[in-house]
């Protein structure tokens, strides 16, 4: 893993070498790019444009690398955290039950309720009424199976009834996810952070860069502007020296937010880490939790097979 850090990080700092190279080049050679004067300005954007980019991904990789060697960055934490609590996970086919056994399904209840607590009802119970049921509630207080309901509104049945035949959409992970490393705190629970790290991870990185480039390239636009005259000029290297500081604005600063992005996609791994951390540490902490032999397990699965079957029937025949 060091080894390939180290590679990151000579091949960011290669990058930023040919990116002051090419920025030398295109300022103090005017020879090499005599565009027209109606098109000079927007070459030159683009040429900062793409020094912008080019060093910012460079140094995002050199900020990677180096945080994760970094033995105080919160990844490298995370990942000693995380070997010293595998370590105690000694039946991993007894991890896999707990998971989808107990956590899982504390979780998609857990949103079940935040679905129905959004829309004012805090008696959880109701959930578990028939449809026909559920639906005499409409401004009318009734009594089923010894227990008291209150009468809720017709927005209050309706998301009901959506929760009770379509479930939560929350998207389940495999137990292995949690045995290997690669919080953001919010309201959601463990389940619902866990699924689609990667494509968060994206949308995050897509966002940050391109909200630095473009701050970087305000700045660059601004000097660029006072950066055209005439080529016949015999002055031309003010212009020159004027390309310059544009272009090597936009490298410092994009090179400077590129190792932060890259720090922070540390921090995002970190966060995911330290989540499976946690999902460990309530697994071993789980005292009650009785694994059961493969025979069993196959047994339990075919009978909740056969009950999911029935209560769609009855639920078909309900909504009918």
């Known amino acids: 893993m060091k080894k390939y850090m180290n590679r990151k990080i000579l091949l960011g700092s290669i990058s930023i070498i040919l990116c002051v ?7 103090f050679i005017p020879l090499i790019v005599r565009p027209q004067l109606d098109s000079k300005f927007w070459i030159n954007e683009a040429l900062i444009v793409a020094i912008t980019i080019f060093s910012l991904i460079s140094s995002m990789f050199i900020g990677q690398a180096s945080n994760a060697q970094d033995e105080r960055s919160n990844l490298a934490k995370a990942r000693a955290s995380f070997l010293e609590t595998i370590k105690k996970i000694i039946n991993i086919n007894a991890f896999g039950q707990w998971i989808k056994k107990v956590m899982q399904p504390n979780d998609v209840n ?4 935040r679905k129905m607590r959004e829309v004012g009802i805090e008696d959880y119970s109701v959930l578990d009424l028939e449809y026909a049921e559920i639906k005499s509630l409409l401004e009318t207080p009734q009594k089923y199976n010894g227990r008291f309901y209150k009468g809720i509104s017709k927005r209050q049945i309706n998301a009901l009834l959506k929760i009770k035949r379509n479930g939560v959409n929350v998207s389940l992970v495999e137990p292995d996810y949690y045995l290997y490393a690669k919080s953001i705190s919010d309201n959601r629970t463990i389940t619902e952070r866990s699924s689609k790290e990667g494509i968060k991870k994206s949308l995050f990185l897509t966002r940050s860069i391109i909200f630095k480039v473009l701050i970087t390239l305000v700045v660059a636009v601004i000097i660029a502007l006072f950066a055209i005259g005439d080529k016949s000029d015999p002055n031309w290297w003010k212009e020159a020296i004027l390309q310059f500081i544009a272009r090597l604005w ?3 600063s994009s090179s400077f937010m590129g ?3 890259g720090c922070q996609v ?3 791994d970190a966060s995911y880490i330290e989540m499976r951390i946690v999902v460990q540490n309530m697994f071993l902490q789980d005292k009650e939790f009785k694994p059961i032999d493969t025979q069993e397990e196959a047994k339990q699965e075919f009978v909740e097979r056969v009950k999911k079957e029935q209560v769609l029937q009855i639920e078909k025949r309900d909504v009918v």
């Open 266 to 268: 540390n921090d995002i």
């Open 259 to 261: 190792y932060i992005v």
């Open 110 to 113: 857990a949103v079940k309720e």
């Open 21 to 27: 190279a090419l920025i030398a080049v295109c300022s």
């Open 250 to 252: 936009a490298l410092v």
